[in-house]
Antibody, heavy 116, light 110 residues
Framework: EVQLVESGGGLVQPGGSLRLSCTAS????????VHWVRQAPGKGLVWVSR?????????GYADSVKGRFTISRDNARSTVYLQMNSLRAEDTAVYYC????????WGQGTLVTVSS | QSAPTQPASVSGSPGQSITISCSGT?????????VSWCQQHPGKAPKLMIY???NRPSGVSDRFSGSKSGSTASLTISGLQAEDEADYFC??????????FGTGTKVTVL
């Protein structure tokens, strides 16, 4: 079974940048699309971004992050990245990655806090 | 893109059946068969319970079932158990080539 582990979260000032990583335990992960989903404290789930298995043909972003966030992947490392620039207070959330044949694999999340 | 609307809370007694609705539009829930449901216990990661409207991933109890009529999807939990107490979110692909989660429903087992 594939396990996903997110990392890279932390405290950052408004306007700053962070890069999140989502690393899988097996290489079969490379066959799947991967999504990033976030959840602000006490709030619901929000879709953020997705990337196709080859990392080139199909990228997608929510309007709220378009132009500020960039998704990419390195299949040699079984890792998907989310580069987050121009961070705002409203980006504060736990960020989850999800993937698999039916998006049935989820990581435990990494907390991003944007605050001065 | 507005989030599909779910009831804020649904409750039931052990053994009963409950249904959670996810009311969207012709641009999301009503557009494709790509509606999923996630379960989330407090402080835990979401878990996929239903995908493509009415399919269960391996390992998910058959007490969970999904359906869709027009722009409204539904998740039914039969034989309600204490462990089913959690938040539930629907999740849909949209005509804008993006995805959207529903507003979420808290299920309480009385």
């Amino acid at each position: 079974e594939v396990q996903l582990v997110e990392s890279g979260g932390g405290l950052v000032q408004p306007g700053g940048s962070l890069r999140l990583s989502c690393t899988a335990s097996t290489f079969t992960f490379n066959n799947y699309w991967v999504h990033w989903v976030r959840q602000a404290p006490g709030k619901g789930l929000v879709w953020v971004s997705r990337i196709s298995s080859d990392g080139r043909s199909n990228l997608g972003y929510a309007d709220s992050v378009k132009g500020r966030f960039t998704i990419s992947r390195d299949n040699a490392r079984s890792t998907v990245y989310l580069q987050m620039n121009s961070l705002r207070a409203e980006d504060t959330a736990v960020y989850y990655c999800a993937g698999g044949p039916v998006n049935d694999y989820w990581g435990q999340g990494t907390l991003v806090t944007v605050s001065s | 893109q507005s989030a599909p609307t779910q009831p804020a809370s649904v409750s039931g007694s052990p053994g009963q059946s409950i249904t959670i609705s996810c009311s969207g539009t012709s641009s999301d829930v009503g557009a494709y068969k790509y509606v999923s449901w996630c379960q989330q216990h407090p402080g835990k990661a979401p878990k996929l319970m239903i995908y493509d409207v009415n399919n269960r991933p391996s390992g998910v109890s058959d007490r969970f079932s999904g359906s869709k009529s027009g722009s409204t999807a539904s998740l039914t939990i039969s034989g309600l158990q204490a462990e089913d107490e959690a938040d539930y979110f629907c999740f849909s692909y949209t005509t804008s080539d993006t995805y959207v989660f529903g507003t979420g429903t808290k299920v309480t087992v009385l």
